[in-house]
């Protein structure tokens, strides 16, 4: 049981950045596909941006292009989400989230392919 830990929230105004961590409780976690959604009040939870299990091949909705960037350590268990050019749609919690049992595979975009989920970390965007 993968267990993960966000860190890095809270508020900014528009055009700040954060910068999101997300810690893993098991070595196996490296071999595995991670993403990061978030959850704004009256949505779905939806993916921001995934990468697969290397590292190597990532993927971003639209909205996030060229402003956060997604990566991950596999030698600490972690992976990050940097955000930059905040603004206030950006507000949500962000969610990290691993897929285990697909050891060594390629990033996920649907979030019912991820079973492994963290609690959440606030990140509050103002005008």
């Known amino acids: 049981q993968v267990q993960l830990a966000e860190s890095g929230g809270g508020s900014v105004q528009f055009g700040g950045s954060l910068r999101l961590s997300c810690a893993a409780s098991?070595?196996?976690?490296?071999?595995?596909?991670m993403g990061w959604f978030r959850q704004a009040p009256g949505t779905e939870r939806a993916i921001v941006a995934a990468?697969?299990?290397?590292?190597?091949?990532?993927y971003y909705v639209d909205s996030v292009k060229g402003r956060f960037t997604i990566s991950r350590d596999n030698v600490e268990h972690a992976a990050y989400l940097q955000m930059t050019s905040l603004k206030p749609e950006d507000s949500a919690v962000y969610y990290c989230a691993a897929v285990g049992g697909r050891r060594y595979g390629p990033a996920i975009i649907a979030a019912k392919d991820y079973n492994y989920w963290g609690q959440g970390t606030q990140v509050t965007v103002s005008s």
């Open positions: 990468i697969d299990w290397s590292g190597s091949s990532t």
């Open positions: 098991e070595l196996a976690f490296g071999t595995y596909p």
